[in-house]
């Protein structure tokens, strides 16, 4: 056989295709499910990491934002000469900032903690370079990638 598909085809393989024989042909041949694996091959490895982290830290002054819109409603609902109308109007901006801030905060965590795991594993164990690799194929949340310098594949979890 030449490496094609003959006979009935496979299940999610139309005729003709070649036969999945390694994460490769995979990578080729459907969408990833991850969204690292994703970034991995259209960015590299370096771009995701700081993209990462640029977006986590814009999630902290969010955060930060939050916080002032928490104080300047709590500013506000103090005033002593209000109706009924504005105390509700600043309790709804404490609350909207709250939620903002902690939604932001949550994110912050998320990202830097995800970034991190990751680039503990982005070190290649055959020739120890750091961040020089490409994705192979995805599994679940992480994928199978190769060192650029060695050609060694292991895999890295997301």
């Known amino acids: 056989m030449s490496g094609r598909h003959s006979g009935a085809p496979a299940e999610g393989l139309a005729p003709g295709l070649p036969v999945a024989v390694g994460c490769r042909t995979l990578a ?6 991850s969204p690292f694996f ?43 000469a ?12 404490i ?7 902690v939604w932001a905060l949550r994110q912050y965590a998320q990202r830097m903690a995800l970034a991190e795991f990751v680039a503990s594993q982005a070190t290649c164990p055959g020739c120890g370079t750091y961040g020089r690799l490409k994705g192979l194929c995805a599994h679940g949340e992480g994928a199978q990638v190769e060192c650029l310098k060695c050609a060694r594949r292991w895999d890295i979890s997301a």
């Open 28 to 33: 080729r041949m459907a969408s990833s499910p």
């Open 38 to 80: 994703d970034s991995l091959n259209r960015i590299g490895f370096k771009r995701w990491y700081e993209r990462q982290l640029m977006s986590g830290h814009a999630n902290l002054v969010l955060c930060l934002f939050g916080l002032l819109g928490v104080m300047g409603g709590a500013e506000a609902f103090t005033r002593v």
């Open 82 to 93: 209000q109706d009924l109308a504005d105390k509700l109007l600043d309790a709804a901006v």
């Open 95 to 101: 609350a909207v900032s709250a939620a903002i801030g």
